[in-house]
């Protein structure tokens, strides 16, 4: 059975210090791994899709890297508007899309 | 990407009754699906909106208690029935557009079941 675990569940953070959220995978043969971040009472939104281990995606102060047994989202110098939760899911089942996701990382960055 | 809506956006409903919601994207898609996130907990999918057939369901949902329709490519609707508390989640649709694997979510229908 595919499962995604998401490492740690909660992080706080001091603004400024840098730190990874970890995402391991199981999955029979990977179709993409998606990052999204999750803001209080917000759906879920896109940040990075990667789909072969050695690629990495940045986007300001984030950067997802992939190995072929885990993906790290790597936040540098943070800031408190980093705060939310962040998601990594892998496509599962029949259709290839439908997403099974991890428990999520709760991140707060205190000023 | 695209822009996304859900109606309603949260709502408070008596125990017994049903509620449909609503879900409309702005571009054409290829696959629609719905999930459901219960308090404190990350994203569970219900089931793949298929557009002009029957929904197809995971395990441990099922089409009386969720019914689905998607009469285009662009709108669908979950229909919450017979809501007891146990109900009580953000329900949320998602879309995978043409040409694209990537997968993008609605803000969400906040539901309380009383």
């Known amino acids: 059975e595919d499962q995604v675990t998401q490492s740690p569940e909660a992080l706080r953070l001091q603004e400024g210090e840098s730190s990874s959220l970890n995402c391991s995978y199981t999955?029979?043969?990977?179709?993409?791994l998606f990052w999204y971040r999750q803001d209080p009472g917000k759906g879920p939104e896109f940040l990075f899709t990667?789909?072969?281990a050695g690629e990495e995606k940045e986007k300001e102060r984030l950067k997802a890297t992939l190995t072929k047994k885990e993906s790290f989202l790597h936040i540098t110098a943070p800031k408190p508007e980093d705060s939310a939760t962040y998601l990594c899911?892998?496509?599962?089942?029949?259709?290839?899309?439908?997403?099974?996701f991890g428990k999520g990382t709760s991140l707060l960055v205190t000023p | 990407s695209a822009v996304i809506s859900q109606k309603p956006s949260r709502d408070i409903c008596q125990r017994g009754t049903s509620l449909t919601i609503q879900c409309q994207v702005d571009?054409?898609?290829?696959?629609m699906f719905w999930y459901r996130q219960q308090p404190g907990q990350s994203l569970t999918l219900i089931a793949t909106?298929?557009?002009?057939?029957?929904?197809?369901?995971e395990s441990g949902f099922v089409i009386d208690k969720f019914p689905i329709s998607r009469p285009n490519l662009t709108f669908s609707t979950l229909t919450v029935s017979n809501m007891s508390p146990e109900d009580s989640s953000i329900y949320l649709c998602?879309?995978?557009?043409?040409?694209?694997?990537?997968?993008?979510f609605g803000p969400g229908t906040r539901l309380t079941v009383t």
């Open positions: 998602s879309v995978v557009l043409a040409n694209s694997y990537e997968q993008y």
């Open positions: 999955v029979s043969g990977l179709r993409g």
């Open positions: 990667l789909y072969s």
């Open positions: 899911a892998v496509p599962s089942g029949g259709s290839g899309y439908a997403l099974n």
């Open positions: 571009s054409q898609v290829t696959m």
């Open positions: 909106a298929n557009q002009g057939s029957e929904a197809t369901y």
